[in-house]
């Protein structure tokens, strides 16, 4: 039995990291919007849950059968759906040999150890949607059902259509056993969650600390960066279907400052800030300016400008392919792709120029998270900080024992930030 678990349980392992780096930015932006801050302890609750959703998931369908081709003969048991509940005690009974003993029944009772391992497959859900959730008894069991239906037609479809025919049974007693384990697993959750600290008290201690988390700020900036991306592709290919000649420096000039400037002049933040519920102040308390963005843009994209240059390499390595010609024309070989090319094509006075540029962005980001409020050098030379607007949910747990959030929009001071 602990063989059989073990492969689903590498299969996740495996799995996880690459989830979790997909789900970061998205998940990010919605806790900071609800909470204003990602703690360390939601952010433990959150990722501890996406693992275990994942390992749950792949308990169910690993091993898949290797020869797709005769699924149909070596599962042909699996072909019809268990209807009848109560199912499972005929097979603990036949597993028993008829045997009115606790080991046959029970303890040597392979029949008893599955419908156990459904009944604990399911339960860290019930936790997990009560402490981290504060979900109910009814709407946990709800979503343990549907969790379980899930799992169960997964199966019957053969990993929905992957295979010709099911090679898992589908079980109306797994259903209710499912169900069962998810109810189960919130009731142990009530004297768990005594135990434990509250996420909300967690979340309010840790914005007292830092009212504008440079996590947020880094993931408005990743949000701005990726929609000026965006909107300089749609904006070529625009003009490419209209057969209109602009220069590519005047495109990618022209969206950076509307994206970068004129937006923030008009609205108070840019796209990325307005989604993760921050805002641009001066710090002496005036309105913004246009030159101030202008030489805040500057600076900012001066810092992040070798990452960027970083990532396009890297895109280019992982998709394998051909460099482009007007960047990388000087190739001592032209078919030349990969890391190997990018080394071969500059020359040392270039490689010398990213190194520098890479030093610079690290510099900026080092001094920043030095800086007792988080300021960045582009806030110092243009006297324009963040502050955060008020988030839907967070909030000090104990106000007996931390001190009220201060209103970082009205104390500049207490909102000051990176970005």
């Known amino acids: 039995m602990a063989a059989a678990h073990l492969l689903p349980i590498q299969t996740a392992a495996a799995l996880f990291p690459l989830l979790a780096l997909l789900l970061l930015l998205p998940t990010a932006v919605v806790l900071y919007r609800r909470?204003?801050?990602?703690?360390?302890?939601?952010?433990?609750?959150?990722?501890?849950?996406?693992?275990?959703?994942?390992?749950a998931f792949c308990m169910t369908i690993v091993p898949l059968p290797k020869d797709a081709?005769?699924?149909?003969?070596?599962?042909?048991?699996?072909?019809?759906?268990?209807?009848?509940?109560?199912?499972?005690?005929?097979?603990?009974?036949?597993e028993a040999g008829h045997q009115l003993t606790l080991g046959a029944l029970v303890f040597q009772n392979p029949?008893?150890?599955?419908?156990?391992?459904?009944?604990?497959?399911t339960l860290p859900l019930g936790l997990f949607l009560r402490y981290h959730f504060r979900l109910g008894l009814r709407p946990t069991a709800a979503i343990?059902?549907?969790?379980?239906?899930?799992?169960?037609?997964?199966?019957?479809?053969?990993?929905w259509g992957m295979y010709n025919c099911p090679y898992r049974l589908f079980d109306v007693d797994d259903l209710i056993i499912n169900t069962s384990g998810a109810a189960l697993g919130w009731l142990l959750a009530g004297p768990l969650a005594r135990l434990l600290p509250a996420l909300e008290r967690l979340d309010g201690r840790a914005l007292v600390r830092r009212p504008v988390p440079f996590g947020r700020r880094l993931a408005a900036l990743v949000v701005d960066l990726a929609g000026y991306a965006l909107a300089t592709v749609f904006a070529s290919f625009v003009l490419t279907a209209r057969d209109t000649?602009?220069?590519?420096?005047?495109?990618?000039?022209?969206?950076?400052?509307?994206w970068f400037v004129l937006v923030p002049l008009a609205t108070g933040a840019t796209p990325g800030k307005w989604l993760l519920r921050l805002r641009l102040v001066a710090t002496d308390g005036g309105p913004l300016v246009a030159w101030r963005l202008v030489l805040r843009a500057l600076l900012m994209g001066a810092f992040v400008l070798p990452?960027?240059?970083?990532?396009?390499?890297?895109?280019?390595?992982?998709?394998?392919?051909?460099?482009?010609?007007?960047?990388?024309?000087?190739?001592?070989?032209?078919?030349?792709?990969?890391?190997?090319?990018?080394?071969?094509?500059?020359?040392?006075?270039?490689?010398l120029a990213v190194a520098a540029g890479f030093a610079l962005t690290i510099t900026c980001a080092?001094?920043?998270?030095?800086?007792?409020?988080?300021?960045?050098?582009?806030?110092h030379a243009s006297g324009i900080r963040n502050a955060a607007l008020p988030h839907s949910r967070a909030a000090v747990a104990d106000d007996d024992e931390q001190p009220p959030v201060p209103d970082p929009v009205r104390t500049p001071e207490a909102a000051s930030g990176a970005r």
Request: proline share 6%; net charge negative.
């Open 35 to 55: 909470h204003g801050v990602l703690s360390h302890g939601r952010a433990l609750s959150l990722y501890g849950f996406l693992f275990y959703g994942i390992t």
């Open 69 to 94: 081709s005769s699924t149909c003969i070596r599962f042909a048991a699996a072909a019809h759906p268990q209807w009848l509940p109560g199912n499972t005690f005929g097979d603990i009974w036949k």
């Open 111 to 121: 029949a008893v150890a599955g419908a156990l391992f459904n009944l604990l497959l």
């Open 144 to 159: 343990g059902f549907g969790t379980a239906l899930f799992f169960e037609v997964t199966q019957v479809t053969g990993v």
């Open 245 to 258: 000649a602009l220069p590519a420096w005047l495109l990618l000039v022209g969206i950076f400052a509307a």
């Open 307 to 351: 990452l960027l240059a970083a990532l396009f390499l890297a895109v280019l390595i992982v998709l394998d392919e051909p460099w482009p010609g007007d960047l990388f024309g000087l190739a001592h070989d032209p078919g030349a792709q990969g890391a190997e090319a990018v080394f071969t094509t500059l020359g040392p006075v270039q490689l």
């Open 366 to 379: 080092l001094e920043t998270l030095r800086h007792p409020d988080l300021l960045g050098p582009h806030d």
